[in-house]
């Protein structure tokens, strides 16, 4: 069986569920057609403004999605009496497993992995019992693990591989991605499943955030936007949601007959051996050369980045440095996904991804938005409207407090 660097990485299966809806077709929809702002004030924290997921029944939403009832039941019972976060990845790993026509041909279950990026996922329900405010139930011992989600979705899909949780802050989903192909090229598995979702956060983190500067607390016209790479940004807007993708050899792929919605050509992963919230410019530039390095390209060959871009003062500049310091005077085109959709943290890495994959599959660059007083950026093509061409290859960077950077070099498919 041919290891490591013979075994190329595709994805034949992707789901999400974002506040432009449920399906990643919703996704393409918000980017390609007249832009809607779909931040809101949080329920109940006054200064918080939140990308809020719309309300939907995960049953029906799975019957929408083409699922078979039997297979509805099981998945729908999965997410019962769980945080709403359940309900996103059950949604999003469902329909990726349904894309991949994994439900009709079921693929070896032994030889199917399933990783969860995201860690300390549950922070509304752990502060809830904390507080006396609900009945802790014996199935609470289990539940307030990470491993839960695992096990769930494991159950509902039958997948016997490997499996486990990745915790890398903002970057997790992308860390479960980088595991998922490590996975496969290492023979362990022939596919991996990989959902990321967004921790339900509880009004200690929220607080935490605004206190540390990283989150936004509306603008000044008491509009609520998030303004990556903008002179304007004031910090990340949270956005829920959840995302999937199935990560398959594509031998494996060839021999089910399905198309690539992609091909993961290139990653990285490196601490900046440092603690807190701090970017590094080089180590961010590290990451992407090496991205770019271990697909066996030239950072020439890259047409676009989908930038980690939360609308941190800080980050943003700082990530732009490092693209800079890749690409040089080279005006490679940036823009930000957390402008269209928030900041889903965990899930940020696999969304955007997607959003990545769409675009190298339309042939359309989508623009940043609200990004009216660009920052100042020599090797960077900041795109306020859509860019039309025939492109081929892209990074995706995810960045996570603690030192933690991934670049994830994506190539097209064959699905366009």
Not at 168 to 180: K, P
Not at 244 to 254: C, G, I, K, P, T
Not at 326 to 346: D, E, M, Q, R, Y
Request: proline residues 5%; glycine residues 10%.
């Amino acid at each position: 069986m041919p290891m490591g660097a013979d075994i190329k990485v595709a994805v034949t299966g992707t789901g999400a569920v974002t506040a432009a809806g449920v399906g990643v077709a919703a996704l393409d929809a918000l980017v390609t057609e007249t832009p809607v702002n779909l931040a809101r004030r949080h329920a109940s924290i006054s200064d918080i403004a939140i990308y809020s997921t719309p309300p939907f029944n995960l049953a029906e939403s799975l019957q929408m999605s083409g699922i078979a009832a039997e297979a509805v039941h099981v998945l729908a019972k999965t997410a019962h009496r769980r945080p709403p976060g359940y309900a996103w990845a059950v949604a999003a790993a469902a329909q990726a497993w349904q894309q991949a026509n994994a439900f009709a041909a079921p693929l070896p279950p032994e030889r199917v992995g399933l990783i969860i990026g995201g860690s300390n996922l549950n922070g509304s329900e752990h502060a809830e019992i904390a507080t006396g405010a609900v009945v802790v139930r014996p199935s609470w011992a289990v539940q307030f693990m990470d491993t839960d989600l695992v096990g769930c979705i494991s159950e509902a899909l039958n997948i016997r591989g490997e499996g486990f949780s990745v915790g890398g802050a903002s970057a997790s989903g992308s860390v479960a991605l980088i595991q998922g192909a490590r996975l496969i090229q290492s023979g362990a598995v022939d596919a991996c499943l990989v959902v990321g979702v967004a921790p339900c956060l509880s009004t200690a983190e929220f607080d935490a955030f605004m206190q540390a500067g990283a989150m936004a607390q509306g603008d000044v016209d008491g509009i609520v936007r998030n303004h990556p790479f903008d002179q304007t940004h004031r910090g990340f807007v949270f956005g829920e949601g959840a995302g999937a993708m199935l990560l398959e050899s594509v031998d494996s792929a060839e021999k089910r007959n399905r198309p690539l919605c992609g091909l993961l050509t290139g990653s990285a992963f490196r601490l900046a051996a440092h603690r807190f919230t701090t970017p590094c410019a080089d180590t961010e530039a590290r990451v992407m050369q090496h991205a770019i390095e271990s697909a066996g390209l030239q950072s020439s060959a890259v047409d676009f980045i989908s930038a980690h871009g939360t609308g941190s003062p800080l980050g943003d500049a700082v990530e732009l440095e490092a693209i800079g310091q890749v690409f040089k005077a080279a005006k490679i085109p940036v823009n930000s996904a957390k402008s269209w959709i928030g900041h889903t943290l965990s899930a940020s890495g696999i969304i955007e991804s997607i959003m990545t994959l769409r675009q190298l599959a339309r042939g359309q660059i989508h623009p940043t938005r609200h990004l009216q007083s660009p920052l100042e950026t020599p090797g960077c093509l900041l795109n306020d409207t859509a860019i039309f061409g025939n492109f081929s290859h892209a990074l995706k960077n995810s960045f996570g407090f603690s030192g933690i950077n991934t670049s994830i070099l994506w190539s097209k498919g064959n699905d366009a």
